[in-house]
C-alpha cells in the first residue's frame, strides 16, 4: 500500500498506463487502475478527476513555469527567445515525468478522444503564453503568433528529446530554435520543385 500521496500517485500513472497499454484506454476503469495500483478507487478520484487527466499530470506545473518564466524574462527580449528561455527552464519538470513520456504518447496517439483532450492542452498553454507575452507589452497577434509557433517548435525539442535523451533537452531546443531561424532568414535557399 503506498505510503505518501506522492507514492500513490505515481502508482496510479503507472497502473494506468500499463493498462491503457494492455487493454487500451476505452477498456480500463478507474477501478480497475486502483485496484492495479493497491488503493481504493476513492484514492484515486482524491488525485485525478477521471482517467484521461492522469495521462496529463504536471501540465498545470508546467503552464505555471512556463507562463512565470516569461513574465520574468529580461526585459529586451525578441518574443522568440522569451519563450526558448522559458522553454529550457521547463527541463526538470520534464524529466520528472520523463519515465511516462513516450509511453503515455503511444496510448494518447491511439486513442482519439486522447488526441483531442491533448489538443485542447496545447491550445489552452499556447494561450497562456500568449497572454504571458502581451503582459510583456508585445501586441496581440504577434504575441499569439510567437506562442503558436514557440510551443510547435518546443514540441518538436521535446519530441526529440524523448527520442534521444543524450544531449538533453537544451540541445534539442537550441537545434529546433537555430531550424526555425534558418527557416525565416531572408537568405535560406527555396526548397527544389518536385520533378524540377
Do not use: C
Not at 507514492?7 to 493498462?19: D, F, T
Not at 483531442?116 to 500568449?130: I, S
Amino acid at each position: 500500500m503506498p505510503r505518501s500521496g506522492a507514492e500513490a500517485r505515481g502508482r496510479l500513472q503507472q497502473a494506468a498506463l500499463e493498462l491503457y497499454r494492455e487493454r487500451g484506454f476505452d477498456r480500463t476503469t478507474t477501478a480497475e487502475i486502483a485496484a492495479r495500483a493497491g488503493v481504493n478507487e476513492r484514492t484515486f478520484f482524491r488525485h485525478f478527476p477521471d482517467k484521461r487527466e492522469v495521462l496529463f499530470d504536471g501540465e498545470a506545473d508546467l503552464r505555471a513555469a512556463l507562463v512565470r518564466a516569461v513574465a520574468e524574462a529580461p526585459a529586451g527580449l525578441r518574443p522568440l527567445e522569451t519563450l526558448l528561455r522559458a522553454f529550457r527552464e521547463a527541463e526538470p519538470i520534464l524529466e520528472r515525468n520523463r519515465p511516462f513520456a513516450e509511453p503515455r504518447l503511444q496510448v494518447i496517439a491511439a486513442t482519439p478522444a486522447l488526441r483531442e483532450r491533448d489538443l485542447a492542452k496545447a491550445a489552452a498553454l499556447g494561450e497562456a503564453l500568449a497572454e504571458a507575452l502581451r503582459q510583456r507589452g508585445v501586441p496581440g497577434r504577434l504575441a499569439e503568433l510567437a506562442a503558436a509557433t514557440g510551443w510547435a517548435v518546443f514540441h518538436r525539442a521535446v519530441q526529440d528529446w524523448i527520442d534521444d535523451p543524450s544531449p538533453g533537452l537544451e540541445a534539442h531546443l537550441r537545434r529546433v530554435f537555430a531550424d526555425l531561424r534558418a527557416l525565416s532568414a531572408h537568405d535560406a535557399p527555396a526548397p527544389a520543385r518536385p520533378g524540377a
